[in-house]
């Protein structure tokens, strides 16, 4: 048996300790998942912009219904030069309709408010 004093035995002890630190770190970077690429990040960011599908869904409405109530306040808009009311807010990038989620509400909040129906491709009132 090894007699060591006080001291020594502490340097060791620690020597120990960092070098089984290091030695486990390595095994558990080994261990690791495989990094993700770049493509497959998830940005945990809100959309601002739904297209008609999600809409419909977030709406509870059928994508039908959605492109309804689109196509009538469109067509009011455009035989009577002019819609009261806050519209379905949605813009057209090429084919491709794309609705903002904020305005949304807004729009929402409007058409109960107003009690707006929509019948056979038009809007009341």
Do not use: H
């Not at 994508?63 to 035989?79: G, Q, Y």
């Not at 009577?80 to 009311?85: A, E, K, L, R, Y």
Request: a neutral charge; proline letters at 3%.
């Amino acid at each position: 048996m090894i007699i060591i004093s006080n001291g020594k035995s502490m340097i060791l002890a620690s020597c120990i300790l960092g070098v089984s630190f290091i030695v486990g770190c390595m095994f558990l970077g080994k261990n690791e998942a495989p990094k993700k690429e770049q493509s497959d990040v998830t940005i945990n960011m809100e959309k601002p912009l739904l297209n008609v599908e999600e809409a419909a869904e977030y709406l509870q409405l059928s994508v039908t219904e959605v492109n309804i109530i689109i196509n009538s306040e469109k067509f009011k808009l455009e035989n009577s030069g002019s819609f009261s009311g806050v519209m379905f807010p949605y813009m057209k990038i090429g084919e491709k309709v794309y609705i903002s989620k904020n305005e949304l509400m807004n729009w929402i909040t409007e058409t109960a408010r107003e009690r707006r129906e929509y019948i056979k491709g038009t809007v009341l009132p």
